[in-house]
């Protein structure tokens, strides 16, 4: 574990850089670590799918699929990859302050 | 210090065969591959273009003959993982189609999806499916026979010119 100075604050990330506490988590901390992954700006859009994974995270313990996702009409599949470009399930995560997904799928 | 291994980059993936677990690893790889970020495309050719057929695509089995590791299924009956399937039993009529039920039945659990929303997962993911001439033109295939996801139709040559500078995965 290491610390890391995001958005003005320092916070606590793990070796790959997610948060290792994600109750620290705001959106000024989801907009610097999206510029870190080439994500810039946040948009309203973005937002609105972190929100949702962050909602499942507190529901069920892990981030959503992105299976999911696309069936319960959160976001389509393509436009997830739109939106985080290579890698949308690692970075969204990332950015939305969880862990690293451990699904396969 | 030594060096870091070059990250890949793009893999090409063949599918050959055409029983359900013959065609699962592929999409498997293929989408994990497009969720790291990597280029990904599978290759269908032979038995594995019913995955692709949109007559058959639904149906594909778990082959029951002939798989001396079919112990591994047992737990999904609750028995032993050391407990043996003979092959025999596996040709009684509606073995196959009973493996298949519960296989799938397990695989919906595990949030995996069926082979006609996975392809269209991976293909919205930005994977390219292709399907292989030769292979077409021995089972009198034509592209209206194939799904959607399927983008081009390709000779073994046009396969590898695609697959310039990727690793690829006989599966």
Redo the contacts between chains.
């Keep these: 574990m290491t610390t890391k100075e995001l958005a003005g604050t320092s916070v606590d990330v793990d070796a790959e850089g997610f948060l290792t506490d994600h109750t620290i988590w705001n959106l000024d901390l989801a907009a610097a670590i999206a510029r870190e992954e080439g994500i810039d700006p946040l948009t309203d859009r973005h937002v609105e799918v972190l929100n949702f994974m962050r909602k499942e995270f507190e529901e069920n313990g892990t981030a959503p699929s992105i299976r999911k996702m696309n069936k319960l009409n959160i976001v389509p599949t393509k436009e997830l990859y739109a939106l985080f470009p290579g890698g949308p399930a690692k970075k969204a995560a990332k950015i939305a302050g969880l862990g690293k997904p451990q699904g396969c799928i | 210090m030594s060096e870091q291994p070059e990250p890949i980059k793009k893999v090409s993936l063949i599918v050959s065969k055409g029983s359900l677990v013959d065609v699962y690893p592929a999409l498997?790889m293929g989408?994990?591959a497009?969720?790291?970020?990597m280029e990904a495309s599978i290759f269908f050719t032979f038995f594995g273009l019913g995955a692709l057929i949109k007559k058959t695509q639904n149906s594909l089995k778990v082959a029951t003959v002939g798989n001396p590791a079919m112990n591994m299924a047992m737990p999904m009956l609750k028995m032993p993982i050391t407990m043996p399937f003979p092959t025999l039993l596996g040709a009684i009529p509606g073995v196959s189609n009973f493996a298949t039920w519960m296989m799938k039945n397990e695989m919906e659990n595990?949030?995996?999806?069926t082979i006609p929303e996975f392809l269209e997962?991976f293909t919205?993911?930005?994977g390219e499916v292709f399907a292989c001439k030769l292979a077409m033109d021995m089972f009198k295939l034509t592209k209206d026979d194939l799904c959607d996801q399927v983008s081009s139709v390709l000779t073994v040559g046009e396969f590898y010119e695609r697959s310039a500078g990727a690793s690829i995965i006989f599966t």
Excluded: C
């Design positions: 498997v989408n994990g497009r969720m790291e970020g595990l949030d995996i999806p997962m919205d993911a930005g």
